[in-house]
């Protein structure tokens, strides 16, 4: 019975080291440095995609390209204009807005007071000033839309008026306020933008767009984060020491029968396995 029980400690030991950093989440390095792309410094939270992963946050990662820092989320990618880290604030603006080639703000930025951004199978949690912002749609119809119909504005999107709309499409704003049911059964939401203004009836293009250059202006909090990071590693622990669980029993099984197939082959009694369990815990 020695060696069994023996055995089945060094096991124990084996089984615990199966999982050796199950407990401390993924370190993160506050003093990488201050890192440059063009005339913007990243440094904590954020890191820039060519840096180390314990530099910063990955839900704070940004891409540098062509000397431009973008920040990239899944429904269109903005660039950064300025990070307060004193403030907390981080300026983004659509890159289509940016590019003055007749291209159309096709980049959505959720607006509720806190919203989360999903990149890379991670979240990010960020929050707004209410007050300051809303959001227009911009919609794509297959048929042209007056400018006011049913008691819809519908504005036009595009700001180059030499250039045609191609494959029937025609791009409209329309007011954040607007009821769905009010939307033209041509018509589909391509974007919810957020722009500094609670109302664009009676505005024109040249107007939203000047509007939409100033960008917007979003906020962090970490105490936000680091309860993400806190939960997430709290439900990571428990499953690993479930893994850790069930890989000790699994060894323990196959070693128990291992050790009667032993006692068979060299004539001695089998030990009954209830017993066996009894004593080992």
């Known amino acids: 019975m020695v060696r069994p029980k ?9 089984a615990l080291s199966l999982f050796p950093h199950a407990s401390t989440a993924r370190s993160i390095n ?9 005339n913007l410094s990243v440094s904590y939270p954020f890191r820039l995609k060519s840096q180390p992963q314990g530099c910063g946050f990955m839900w704070f990662e940004l891409v540098c390209n062509n000397n431009r820092t973008i920040f990239p989320t899944e429904d269109g990618d903005f660039y ?33 007071p806190i919203f989360n951004f999903t990149f890379q199978n991670d979240v990010a949690i960020y929050h707004y ?14 048929m042209k839309m007056n ?10 999107a595009s700001r180059c008026s030499s250039s045609p709309q191609t494959n029937n499409n025609f791009y409209y704003f329309m007011d954040g306020g607007t009821p769905p049911s009010n939307f033209h059964p041509s018509c589909t939401v391509e974007a919810r933008v957020p722009i500094s203004l609670h109302n664009i009836s009676g505005l024109s293009t040249f107007d939203i767009y000047k509007k939409l250059m100033m960008g917007t ?6 105490w936000l984060v680091n309860i993400v990071i806190r939960d997430w590693s709290s439900v990571v622990n428990r499953l ?5 669980l ?26 009954d396995f209830a017993k066996f369990s009894e004593k080992s815990l």
């Open 6 to 14: 023996l055995a089945l400690i060094c096991l124990l030991a084996l």
């Open 30 to 38: 506050k003093h990488c440095g201050v890192a440059s792309c063009g």
């Open 80 to 112: 950064v204009q300025n990070i307060s880290y004193v403030n907390k604030t981080i300026h983004l603006l659509d890159v289509n807005v940016a590019n003055h080639n007749c291209s159309i703000p096709l980049s959505s930025l959720p607006l509720p």
């Open 129 to 142: 000033n209410y007050s300051e912002y809303s959001k227009i749609y911009v919609v794509n119809c297959s």
């Open 246 to 271: 069930l890989a000790l029993v699994a060894i323990s099984m196959a070693m128990y029968i291992l050790g009667n197939v032993f006692l068979i082959l060299s004539g001695q009694p089998i030990v």
């Open 147 to 156: 400018k006011s119909l049913h008691g819809v504005n519908y504005i036009n």
């Open 240 to 244: 690993l020491s479930v893994l850790r």
């Open 217 to 222: 202006r979003i906020k962090w909090d970490l």
